[in-house]
């Protein structure tokens, strides 16, 4: 059974910097990309930030140059680093990846930015 479970949240001042990462249990991120995303109450959810299973990362605009993903496989784990925070990155962040044509989630991860 795949589990992905979140940590790292937290509130943070303006400019500071969180890392958030994502125990896998039943997926193997060797093998397996994974994506982490947010989402603001009453707004739809955002990816942020990808990684293959080769080790390519894609960021959309909005975080590229401040956010960085990345796995180590031998913890089965994968870490979103988040410099230069900002108020509006403000949201819960989750852990996402597909295996065998299933998506699965995390519980999230609350993140909260003050100014």
């Known amino acids: 059974q795949v589990q992905l479970v979140e940590s790292g949240g937290g509130v943070v001042q303006a400019g500071g910097s969180l890392r958030l990462s994502c125990a896998a249990s039943g997926y193997s991120f060797r093998f397996n990309g994974m994506n982490w995303h947010r989402q603001i109450p009453g707004k739809q959810r955002e990816l942020v930030a990808t990684i293959t299973s080769s080790g390519n990362s894609n960021y959309p605009d909005s975080v590229k140059g401040r956010f960085t993903i990345s796995r180590d496989t031998a913890k089965n784990t994968a870490y979103l680093q988040m410099n230069s925070l900002k108020p509006e990155d403000t949201a819960v962040y989750y852990c996402?990846?597909?295996?065998?044509?299933?998506?699965?989630w995390g519980q999230g991860t609350q993140v909260t930015v003050s100014s």
């Open positions: 996402n990846g597909r295996l065998r044509r299933t998506e699965y």
